[in-house]
T-cell receptor
Framework: ELKVEQNPLFLSMQEGKNYTIYCNYSTTSDRLYWYRQDPGKSLESLFVLLSNGAVKQEGRLMASLDTKARLSTLHITAAVHDLSATYFCAVTPFSGNEKLTFGTGTRLTIIP | DVKVTQSSRYLVKRTGEKVFLECVQDMDHENMFWYRQDPGLGLRLIYFSYDVKMKEKGDIPEGYSVSREKKERFSLILESASTNQTSMYLC?????????????????FGPGTRLTVL
């Protein structure tokens, strides 16, 4: 059974600081997705990572994938209040099944 | 823009009632999914469908059924609602994207239905 773990579950950080959210998964996969969810809203796709060493960047967010370590990171640079949200990673097993297994999410709060 | 809509944002039902949650997507996606989201548990897959009249169980199908009579519409049915089915329900759809090296399916989510069962 595929398990996806995120840490930390809660993160409170000051504006201007850098931090990283970690996503570990338990089985072989080469497709990993990051989503953002604002309070009371649905999930919005942020990044799709498709190979070992893949790196994607959008604004102050950068995601990377290490399939050998079964680890993805979401790095936040010089955080701003607008980035406050819950971030989820999700993994598709290598078998080709398109089911996503989600992590429990990281609730990020940016403090002025 | 991909649009996934759900029939209700908020719904309150009584224990034992039959509940229908409707999801419609306007992008001709093959795949549709139903999840429930609970605090501390993330999103859990209830059922999904790869084609019309086709369905497969997800990780937590007990107490639920689904129907997909048309490609754009995927319904989640609670045959006899119970209080432990109080949750946020999210529908998603996806299509296959093919790149030179591989293919993938990016899921697009609806706004969610917050269901309360009393």
């Amino acid at each position: 059974e595929l398990k996806v773990e995120q840490n930390p579950l809660f993160l409170s950080m000051q504006e201007g600081k850098n931090y990283t959210i970690y996503c570990n998964y338990s089985t072989t996969s080469d497709r990993l997705y990051w989503y953002r969810q604002d309070p009371g809203k649905s999930l919005e796709s942020l990044f799709v990572l498709l190979s070992n060493g893949a790196v994607k960047q959008e604004g102050r967010l950068m995601a990377s994938l290490d399939t050998k370590a079964r680890l993805s990171t979401l790095h936040i640079t010089a955080a701003v209040h607008d980035l406050s949200a819950t971030y989820f990673c999700a993994v598709t097993p290598f078998s080709g099944n398109e089911k996503l297994t989600f992590g429990t999410g990281t609730r990020l709060t940016i403090i002025p | 823009d991909v649009k996934v809509t759900q029939s209700s944002r908020y719904l309150v039902k009584r224990t034992g009632e039959k509940v229908f949650l409707e999801c419609v997507q306007d992008m001709d996606h093959e795949n549709m999914f139903w999840y429930r989201q609970d605090p501390g548990l993330g999103l859990r897959l209830i059922y999904f469908s790869y084609d019309v009249k086709m369905k497969e169980k997800g990780d937590i199908p007990e107490g639920y059924s689904v129907s997909r009579e048309k490609k754009e519409r995927f319904s989640l049915i609670l045959e006899s609602a119970s209080t432990n089915q109080t949750s946020m329900y999210l529908c998603a759809s996806s299509f296959s994207v093919t790149t030179p090296s591989r293919s993938y399916n990016e899921q697009f989510f609806g706004p969610g239905t917050r269901l309360t069962v009393l």
